[in-house]
């Protein structure tokens, strides 16, 4: 049996909003812009995607899921994730060479360091 990864599901209070937002923070595209599931890939043909949900419920504990996103420069793209919007997070990390931040809704993320050679 084949299985192909579609997408990770982004519960929200308001899905069109966040898709947005992570269309800017990914330079991704939208495939979906229906307000009640919004959906992002990284182009239209290429999988998985992020599909924002609309749930009636806030976000209230950290995330038991989340992405990591390794840029070329860690300090550039964390500087123009806040400027988008972001915000630094504390979900116990401490000292680490990763930075979490959130996203609007509170949706925590990674933003990796240059990866190790081995």
Do not use: S, Y
């Not at 990864?5 to 069109?16: F, K, R, S, T, Y």
């Not at 812009?33 to 992020?50: H, K, S, T, V, W």
């Not at 504990?61 to 919007?85: I, M, S, W, Y």
């Not at 997070?89 to 931040?101: S, T």
Request: glycine letters at 8%; hydrophobic letters at 45%; a negative charge.
């Amino acid at each position: 049996m084949a299985v192909e990864w579609e997408q990770v599901i982004v519960d929200a209070a308001d899905p069109v909003a966040l898709g947005r937002w992570w269309v800017e923070a990914l330079g991704w595209v939208v495939v979906n812009d229906a307000e009640d599931e919004f959906e992002i890939r990284p182009a239209p043909d290429r999988l998985p995607g992020l599909l924002f949900v609309a749930v009636p419920d806030r976000k209230t504990v950290k995330n038991r899921l989340h992405l990591d996103f390794r840029p070329d420069d860690q300090a550039a793209e964390v500087a123009r994730l806040l400027a988008l919007g972001a915000r630094h997070a504390d979900v116990g990390q401490g000292e680490r060479p990763w930075v979490v931040l959130m996203d609007p809704e509170g949706n925590e993320f990674c933003v990796l360091g240059e990866r190790r050679p081995g």
